[in-house]
C-alpha cells in the first residue's frame, strides 16, 4: 500500500514515490542523510500541536517517540516525506487523533489499512486502549518497523500484518477500517468492493478537496452500498492546512 502523505493525490491508483511501476520499492532513500531531530524536539513540537488539546503528558511522550523512531528508520527505507518536527507533529499526529473523537473506538475491531510508518494506527491505538488496532501493509520493510515500533512503545493492543487489504479482508471483519491518504474516494470503495460487508464503518482521512472527490466517487459509492454518514472538518495549526474526517457507512453496517 502507498505510504500516506501530506497531498492530495489525483484520482486514480497511484504507486508510492519509492515503488516503481511494478510495485517494487526504489533502492534509493530520499532522506538518507536528513538530521534526526531529538526526542525532546519532537516532545515540544507535539506539545505545540496538541497546545488546545488536554492528552496525558506520557501519551504525547509516547508520539514523540515513535516519531523519532519513524525518522531513524527513514535513513534507510522511505518512511515519509514530513521532515519537519511541528509539520510531522501535525500531519501524522494530530490528524490520525483527530478521527478517534469522531469515532467511537471502545471495544471494537479496527484496521489500518496502508499503514506505512503506522499511521493513523499508532496514534489511534495509543488514544483507545480497549480497542484491537490491525496495521495493515503490503511492503514487508515498512510491516517489519511498524512491528518493531509496537515492541518498543509498549502498544499491547496492536498488532502489524503484511498483507493486501482485499486478502486480509475476506478472511477477517472489522468494525471500523481506516484509510489515509492512499487514493481518491472512489479508487478506496472501489479497492473494497469484493470485500465491503467485512467491516461496518469506512472511515477516510482527506485533505481540502475532499468534496470534489466526494462528488467524484458519489456515483460508486452508492452502487456499491457505501452510504456517507457524517464529515467532520478540522484545521490544522499553524496554517498547515485543513482536514476532513469522512465516515462512510459500509454494507456490512447495514441494521447495525
Not at 515503488?19 to 525532546?40: K, L, T, Y
Not at 512491528?147 to 502489524?160: F, M, P
Not at 456517507?228 to 454494507?251: F, K, N, S
Request: charged share 30%; with cysteine; hydrophobic share 40%.
Amino acid at each position: 500500500m502507498p505510504m500516506p502523505e501530506d497531498t492530495e493525490r489525483p484520482p486514480g491508483p497511484q504507486p508510492a514515490p519509492e515503488e516503481s511501476e511494478a510495485g517494487q520499492e526504489s533502492e534509493v532513500i530520499e532522506f538518507a542523510d536528513h538530521p534526526i531531530p531529538s526526542e525532546d524536539e519532537l516532545l515540544a513540537a507535539m506539545r505545540w500541536a496538541f497546545e488546545k488539546i488536554e492528552l496525558p503528558p506520557a501519551m504525547l511522550e509516547t508520539f514523540a517517540r515513535h516519531a523519532h523512531l519513524v525518522l531513524e528508520r527513514n535513513t534507510k527505507i522511505n518512511l515519509t516525506r514530513i521532515v519537519d518536527p511541528r509539520e510531522m507533529a501535525a500531519k501524522h499526529y494530530l490528524d490520525s487523533w483527530q478521527a478517534t473523537r469522531l469515532m467511537p473506538l471502545l471495544g471494537k475491531r479496527v484496521l489500518d489499512v496502508g499503514t506505512g510508518a503506522g499511521f493513523p494506527g499508532i496514534p489511534v491505538a495509543l488514544s483507545e486502549p480497549n480497542a484491537h488496532v490491525v496495521m495493515l501493509d503490503s511492503i514487508q520493510k515498512k510491516i517489519d518497523f511498524v512491528a518493531e515500533s509496537i515492541e518498543a512503545i509498549g502498544l499491547v493492543n496492536a498488532e502489524a500484518v503484511c498483507e493486501r487489504a482485499e486478502e486480509h479482508l475476506a478472511r477477517n471483519r472489522y468494525d471500523v477500517v481506516f484509510l489515509r491518504a492512499i487514493s481518491s474516494v472512489r479508487e478506496n470503495v472501489r479497492l473494497l468492493r469484493k470485500v465491503r460487508h467485512s467491516l461496518i464503518d469506512l472511515v477516510m482521512l482527506k485533505g481540502p478537496s475532499w468534496s470534489r472527490e466526494v462528488r467524484a466517487g458519489e456515483r460508486e459509492a452508492e452502487r456499491l452500498g457505501f452510504r456517507l454518514d457524517t464529515v467532520w472538518e478540522h484545521e490544522l495549526p499553524g496554517e498547515l492546512g485543513q482536514r476532513a474526517v469522512l465516515v462512510y457507512r459500509a454494507p456490512g453496517g447495514a441494521g447495525r
